[in-house]
Every structure is written in structure tokens, then in C-alpha cells.
């Protein structure tokens, strides 16, 4: 392939020989115009340039022959693209043979320059997707409306004993917690029939109180002592902790439809949350007990210590709770020496009116004086709930 290029190319008095394995340059000398007829001159050894990484070759289409200068503007005019072609090499020989005689040394820089490398290509960098944003709704322009100022909220309306609308009868509708003190079949107080009691053997009840220091408050709706610990009752297997001790005038129970003057509420809880709530009325009239002892007395009864002690203490300020220095009361002076009692379930009676409540109501009362129930009817007059209906419950009595 290559010495058909050369033929057609070479200078018409000269022949150039070259191999096509290697890239070999010859001496060229000059020749008869009839090559038969002239002997054939022996050629020079030549330097043999070897391509620094030998490609495979690239098959292009001959190209006619050109002048040296008309080539050699060609090949600089237009790069070329890839690696050296024979034609390539050819043209650098012509050129070369031109210049001079001698030996013809083909350099690297005579070929036209290769295709420029490609540039590197970086894999591509992994980005992690952003979230999706969605475009933001566009507020919708509304005709101005003339805004109507919210009204306050109703202040909370406390619960009382005196009638109205904080009284017994409006209990259920100041908090939705107070719906038994309506609905409830359960409820407290209410009045004891002797008639109608089951008389039967009852456990008794162990009462475990002692003295101790006095703490006692005002709330704004009775006399309260805070109870303390060590003072407990034991009743159907179960001890209870004194919680509490207040006082209610009139008494909140009835025995055969009679209300006493007062009575006394000694509340008490076991850790599971279960309540037993023991009442002993408080009476300062014989007449008041006809019913219940069927007996009289002929002597006023002499006044009670323990409630005097409550009377001397009651705070002056509502709402804060108050301990005397040195001052003890003993729970056990509110209770009757004859402790048989009536007992049934009920609520508390207060709001809001939990059902579930053992009521423990001694049979025998606890005598005060006249001038005692008055001074406690100067600061509460009345705070005793209505009487509830009894309704299918039992009233158990110790016999």
C-alpha cells in the first residue's frame, strides 16, 4: 500500500523504497530516464524511527498528489484528527527528499500532530434529592368582614349551700365533673328509718385515733381540722386513715325525718381510694333525741372541750390553715360511748357528689351547749345539703 503511494509521488528521476512493518527511509539517487536501460543504484542504510505507541492504522482514502508547498499549506491549514496516516508519512518523505540529498531522517515533529486527547470525563457526583417543596398556597383575598369581638368567658360560678345559682339545686350544671349531684341513685344525705333499717350483726368499728397537734382552716364553707397520721379506723377488714374532720349545721342526716342542730363529719380513705365517712350528730336538746332514745334528761348537757377548742381556733382569714402552738385535740371526744351505728352507700355531699362512700351514722349523739351551736351558727348558718332520695338502698343497723 505504502510503495504505491510512493510511486505516485515521488520526484520523476528518483524511486524511494520503504517497508511497511517499519517506517524506513532510503536514499534516493538520481536515475536514467529509461530505467531498464540504467543500472540500478544500491540503496543506503537508513535510520529506522520507530512511532512511540504504535497505533493501529487508519485506512483513509488516497489523495492525489500535490505540490510540497501546496501540501504542506494544506496540512498546516487543516489539523489533522487521529494518528498519522501512510499518507501522512509520505508527504513528510516528499518533503524531506526535497529540502535536500543525504541521508533522510524522519522526526515525530515532521507528522502532523495527533487528535488532541479527549479531556477526562469525572463520574458523575451523587447528589442526595431534595425534598420536594410545594409551592406555597396564595391566600385568597377575602372581602373585610366587620369582626364581632368575642364575648369573655363567663366567670366560674362557685358552689354553695345557700339557694342560687351556685346552690344544691344548680350543682350538676357548673361543671360537667358534677353530673351525679343530679343524675346519682346513690346520693347523700338521707333520712334514717328506724323502722325500715335491717337490723343485723355488723362487724364493729375499731377506732385507733389519738391526740394531736390542731391544724384547722376555714374554706369558705365549713370548719375543717386537717387530719394526722396515726389516727385510723379498722372496718370489714380494712384500714382507713383519718383524713379530715368538719362540721355541718344543721346536721346533713335525719333520723325518722328530724334534722339535728349539728353534726360532725370524721372522713377517712384507704390507699386504694375508697372512702368511709363516719357521722355523729351534735345536739344541745333533749327533745331532739325523743325519737331516736326514746328518753329525756332533766339537766341541760354541759358543753363539749374538743369543740370548744375548735370554736376558740377558727382562723380569722378564709382559705388559710392555721396551727396553733401547744394546742391538741383528741377525735376520740367526738365520738358517743355507745357506738352502735347505721350504715348504706352513698356519695359525698358536696360537689361533685362521688357515689361509692360507706356512711358509718352513729345511733347516739354527742351533747353540746346551746351557746356552742350558736357560736358556730355565727360564722355558717346553714351548710347542709338537701335531703336525697333514698330509693332502693339498704340501711343496715348494728344490733
Known amino acids: 500500500m505504502m510503495n504505491k503511494h510512493l510511486n505516485r509521488i515521488a520526484h520523476p528521476t528518483t524511486k524511494v523504497l520503504c517497508g511497511l512493518s517499519a517506517i524506513v527511509f532510503c536514499a534516493s539517487h538520481p536515475l536514467a530516464a529509461d530505467d531498464k536501460a540504467a543500472p540500478k543504484a544500491q540503496p543506503q542504510p537508513a535510520a529506522i524511527a520507530q512511532p512511540t505507541a504504535p497505533t493501529p492504522p487508519v485506512v483513509t482514502k488516497p489523495v492525489a498528489p500535490t505540490a510540497p508547498s501546496a501540501a504542506k499549506s494544506s496540512a498546516a491549514a487543516t489539523p489533522k484528527s487521529g494518528p498519522p496516516t501512510d499518507q501522512d508519512m509520505a508527504e513528510a518523505l516528499i518533503q524531506k527528499i526535497n529540502k535536500g540529498s543525504g ?201 363539749s372541750a374538743v369543740f370548744q377548742i375548735v370554736l376558740n381556733n377558727v382562723p380569722l382569714v378564709k382559705n388559710q390553715v392555721v396551727s396553733p402552738p401547744n394546742v391538741a385535740i383528741n377525735p376520740n371526744q367526738f365520738l358517743p360511748e355507745n357506738r352502735s351505728y347505721f350504715t348504706y352507700i352513698g356519695s359525698l355531699t358536696e360537689p361533685p357528689c362521688t357515689e361509692g362512700v360507706t356512711w358509718i351514722v352513729m345511733k347516739n349523739p354527742v351533747l353540746v351547749s346551746a351557746q356552742q351551736v350558736h357560736s358556730f351558727g355565727q360564722i355558717y348558718s346553714n351548710n347542709a345539703r338537701p335531703l336525697q332520695m333514698r330509693g332502693d338502698r339498704v340501711i343496715k343497723e348494728l344490733r
Open 103 to 303: 541521508d533522510i531522517v524522519l522526526r515525530s515533529s515532521d507528522l502532523p500532530a495527533p487528535y488532541p486527547p479527549k479531556p477526562e470525563v469525572k463520574p458523575e457526583e451523587k447528589t442526595a434529592a431534595k425534598p420536594e417543596v410545594k409551592p406555597e398556597a396564595k391566600p385568597t383575598v377575602t372581602a373585610k368582614r366587620e369582626t364581632v369581638p368575642t364575648p369573655p368567658p363567663a366567670p366560674e360560678i362557685p358552689w354553695t349551700y345557700a339557694d342560687g345559682p351556685g346552690g344544691p339545686e344548680n350543682w350538676a350544671n357548673l361543671k360537667k365533673e358534677n353530673l351525679l349531684c343530679s343524675k346519682g341513685k346513690m346520693q347523700s344525705p338521707i333520712n334514717i328509718n328506724f323502722d325500715n333499717a335491717v337490723k343485723a350483726d355488723l362487724t364493729p368499728v375499731v377506732f385507733e385515733y389519738r391526740p394531736f397537734f390542731l391544724s384547722i382552716m376555714d374554706n369558705g364553707r365549713t370548719v375543717e381540722i386537717i387530719g394526722a397520721e396515726g389516727n385510723t379506723i379498722f372496718f370489714n377488714e380494712k384500714q382507713y386513715r383519718l383524713m379530715s374532720i368538719d362540721f355541718h349545721k344543721p346536721s346533713e342526716e335525719a333520723f325518722n325525718g328530724e334534722r339535728f342542730e349539728m353534726s360532725v363529719h370524721l372522713v377517712h380513705q384507704h390507699f386504694d381510694g375508697s372512702q368511709v365517712i363516719v357521722a355523729v350528730m351534735l345536739s344541745s336538746s333533749p327533745k331532739l333525741f325523743e325519737a331516736a332514745k326514746k328518753s329525756r334528761w332533766d339537766t341541760p348537757p354541759k358543753e
